[in-house]
């Protein structure tokens, strides 16, 4: 069983926004890292975003400037608020504990983002 659900995910246009949100089953308080990753068929999965349980944040390259992670230990979420989205963004987004291994490398079914004109 996953431990998190994911979802926003939408058609947008280049240059448009989305924000993600990201439910854990059970508390988040004692899980020190939380990302968002990415992963588009045929390619790895890919950490985009990742914040601490006390609110530390860190961003790929790709994405620093246009994307904000933020956490709510109290209501057991993560959301990814996406800007300025650019076609490459498009792929399958998934939540999950960094590394995914500690929560035994369970994923959920992720939510679609994908960003065309």
């Known amino acids: 069983q996953a431990h998190f659900v994911e979802s926003g995910g939408d058609l947008v246009q280049p240059g448009g926004s989305l924000r993600l949100s990201c439910q854990a089953a059970t508390s988040i308080t004692s899980i020190y890292m939380i990302g968002w990753y990415r992963q588009d068929p045929g390619k790895r999965r890919e950490l985009v975003a990742h914040?601490?349980?006390?609110?530390?944040?860190g961003y790929a390259d790709d994405v620093k400037g246009r994307f904000t992670i933020t956490r709510d230990n109290a209501q057991s979420t993560v959301d990814l608020q996406m800007n300025n989205l650019k076609p490459e963004d498009t792929a399958t987004y998934f939540c999950?504990?960094?590394?995914?291994?500690?929560?035994?490398?369970?994923w959920g079914q992720g939510t679609q983002v994908t960003v065309a004109s």
């Open positions: 914040v601490t349980k006390v609110g530390v944040t």
């Open positions: 999950n504990s960094v590394p995914s291994s500690i929560l035994g490398d369970v």
